[in-house]
């Protein structure tokens, strides 16, 4: 088999974090993948990269400013105040508020950001971040011992450069903080395949299909206990070539959680290290560029051996792997055979037994087949910028982006006291947008087992004149992601960075329907144009009144705000 290049990030602090005693998650386990990936010498057979941790800027990507700051705030000792008691970010014992969350969080994420930006610029075939697959956590919410969603993250940066991204997941649980994020566009397929019945999160069934646009987008295989190696690639392969073929996919990026090998702790299926690689290595063969994470994975040895022989697939070099362990650190916990093996054991498969593979297979073949004839994604005729949005915006210079904030912001200030008596404001409405009230009426989802992924679409975006009240809190600006703060008797400015602020911030930068680029971007487009031109020359108060009244009548709604946007999915 052909040679790829690999990427392998990697952070040496990564195994020092723990989520407590009795947890079941144990970042340890990268060390141990590590020490054995080293002490198989495969460290000089690719580029080994200590990624750069993940800004707070950068997570808000995906998550919500608030959610972000909240997570770089708690500590054990705060944790009960902030929460309100377990009530908001984290909830239960899957969660908890260990020393240096932050730092773990930022670690796993800029691995993910990182293997991506390699990706997308072609300096590598494959990238690796064993780290990275936290595929539970959720815009505003940590959830199955995830608090950053670093694949979201990760995507979100492939968008970038790539039309369409295949995102496939084959932890035991439900890729449930992906499909969500995407379940809307036609731009990212998912797929996981996972333990479905009486067990976490509980959602993930056939008629989860997508919505909208993304409609037959996101595609899920939703098993029973003790599936084999043999049982599984029966349905992975055929599904995932059928996948190949309707969405052709420009990269792909494969969560590999190993819980679902046998006699993982929480996992239940019946997978040895062969078989769970061998995704892996039907992933390589498809010759798309791709991206391997991490994931779930509870007894820390099977997990090591697993990514670390997957980390050899990833060179194709797994037939020159001795199946007796090299000494390393930790040797002594593979005993008694120190061996690279995961065996199966006598589990019976419930998949085969009541003939249930058999229907989840033919009826995921059946709904791919009816993304084929009904509608071929429109996209795939179209070309994808290849700079980055803020550079096809001009703001790639990082010191003028940050002198045209505090220009902006500094005006705008300005702006508002002068027409303070202008801005009117309803404090009667105490239900701010600032607030998580909203989502928090979305305690449905965290409920064990909820029966459908799709959001509530009884949520609507309240209208943007409410956004002119409050708020004494740090904004994050649009045009470099850094903070700054909003006094409370700004709110008027509130009002008009919504309008001003949020242009380059809109995501919706290429149209997946036939027409190209979107008319809404081309207006935008013009309209930055013109902002940056005005601040070209150092616009007066009523230039910049002007503008930020053209720029609101225009339509040019706050897309960014984090805490009033409702819909849980992306928008591209
Ligand atoms: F056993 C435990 C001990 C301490 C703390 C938590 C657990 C535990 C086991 N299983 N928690 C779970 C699952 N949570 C529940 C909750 C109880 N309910 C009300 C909900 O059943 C969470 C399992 C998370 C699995 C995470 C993952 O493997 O998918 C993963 N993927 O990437 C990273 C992690
Ligand atoms: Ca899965």
């Given at each position: 088999?052909?040679?790829?290049?690999?990427?392998?990030?990697y952070d040496n602090d990564v195994g020092a974090y723990s989520y407590g005693l009795g947890h079941p998650m144990k970042p340890l386990r990268m060390?141990?993948?590590?020490?054995?990936?080293?002490?198989?010498?495969?460290?000089?057979?690719?580029?080994?990269?200590?990624?750069?941790?993940?800004?707070?800027?950068?997570?808000?990507?995906?998550?919500?400013?608030?959610?972000?700051q909240f997570l770089q705030t708690v500590t054990p000792e705060t944790v009960d105040k902030l929460t309100h008691h377990g009530t908001r970010f984290l909830v239960g014992e899957d969660n908890p508020a260990f020393d240096s969350v932050f730092e773990f969080c930022s670690i796993s994420a800029g691995g993910s950001i990182a293997a991506a930006e390699r990706i997308a610029s072609s300096s590598v075939d494959i990238s690796i971040n064993w780290a990275g697959g936290l595929h539970h956590a959720k815009k505003r919410e940590a959830s199955g011992f995830c608090y950053i969603n670093d694949i979201n993250l990760g995507i979100l940066e492939l968008?970038?450069?790539?039309?369409?991204?295949?995102?496939?997941?084959?932890d035991c649980h439900h890729g449930?903080?992906?499909?969500?994020?995407?379940?809307?566009?036609?731009?990212?397929?998912?797929?996981?395949?996972?333990k479905f019945g009486e067990y976490f999160p509980g959602t993930g069934t056939q008629e989860d299909r997508g919505r909208g646009k993304g409609k037959g987008?996101?595609?899920?295989?939703?098993?029973?206990?003790?599936?084999?190696?043999?049982?599984?690639?029966?349905?992975?392969?055929?599904?995932?070539?059928?996948?190949?073929?309707?969405?052709?996919?420009?990269?792909?990026?494969?969560?590999c959680g190993a819980d679902s090998l046998a006699g993982d702790k929480l996992g239940c299926f019946n997978l040895t290290m062969h078989g769970h690689a061998k995704c892996v290595q039907f992933i390589r063969q498809q010759n798309v560029p791709c991206i391997l994470l991490g994931g779930g994975g509870y007894t820390v040895k099977n997990v090591a051996r697993t990514w670390a022989y997957e980390t050899a697939c990833a060179l194709?070099?797994?037939?020159?792997i001795d199946p007796n362990l090299p000494w390393m650190d930790y040797f002594e916990w593979f005993g008694p055979r120190y061996r690279l093996e995961v065996p199966e054991n006598n589990m019976e498969d419930m998949n085969v037994k009541d003939g249930s593979l058999d229907r989840i297979r033919s009826t995921a073949l059946q709904q791919l087949q009816e993304l084929a004839t009904g509608c071929a994604p429109s996209i795939q005729l179209q070309d994808v910028p290849r700079e980055t949005l803020s550079k096809h915006l001009?703001?790639?210079?990082?010191?003028?982006?940050?002198?045209?904030?505090?220009?902006?912001?500094?005006?705008?200030?300005?702006?508002?006291?002068?027409?303070?008596?202008?801005?009117?404001?309803?404090?009667?409405?105490?239900?701010?947008?600032?607030?998580?009230?909203?989502t928090s009426s979305n305690h449905w989802r965290r409920g064990p087992y909820r029966s459908s992924s799709i959001p509530d679409s009884s949520i609507t975006r309240k209208p943007f004149e409410l956004r002119a009240t409050q708020i004494a809190k740090k904004r994050m600006s649009l045009l470099t992601g850094q903070y700054f703060d909003i006094l409370s008797n700004e709110g008027g400015f509130a009002l008009l960075s919504g309008a001003s602020f949020c242009i380059p911030s809109r995501r919706r930068f290429f149209r997946s329907g036939e027409e190209g680029w979107d008319d809404e971007f081309n207006i935008v487009d013009e309209?930055?144009?013109?902002?940056?031109?005005?601040?070209?020359?150092?616009?007066?108060?009523?230039?910049?009144?002007?503008?930020?009244?053209?720029?609101?009548?225009?339509?040019?709604?706050?897309?960014?705000?984090?805490?009033?946007?409702?819909?849980?999915?992306v928008e591209l």
């Open positions: 088999m052909s040679k790829r290049k690999v990427a392998y990030f060390r141990v993948t590590h020490e054995l990936v080293m002490a198989y010498g495969m460290l000089d057979k690719m580029h080994v990269i200590r990624p750069k941790r993940c800004s707070p800027e950068a997570m808000a990507r995906f998550h919500t400013d608030e959610y972000v968008l970038r450069t790539y039309p369409r991204v295949l995102y496939i997941d084959i449930d903080g992906v499909e969500e994020a995407f379940y809307t566009t036609d731009r990212v397929m998912t797929a996981s395949f996972h987008y996101s595609l899920n295989v939703p098993l029973k206990d003790g599936i084999t190696d043999e049982a599984f690639q029966s349905i992975f392969e055929p599904v995932i070539s059928k996948i190949m073929d309707v969405f052709q996919p420009s990269a792909v990026v494969l969560q194709g070099i797994e037939k020159d001009g703001f790639e210079n990082q010191q003028s982006k940050d002198d045209l904030d505090r220009t902006l912001a500094q005006h705008s200030r300005y702006v508002y006291n002068l027409q303070d008596s202008d801005t009117t404001t309803d404090e009667s409405d105490n239900e701010s947008w600032d607030s998580d009230e909203s309209a930055v144009e013109r902002v940056r031109d005005a601040f070209r020359h150092q616009p007066g108060p009523e230039e910049i009144a002007r503008l930020l009244d053209e720029t609101r009548r225009i339509g040019l709604d706050a897309d960014y705000g984090d805490d009033d946007d409702e819909v849980m999915s």
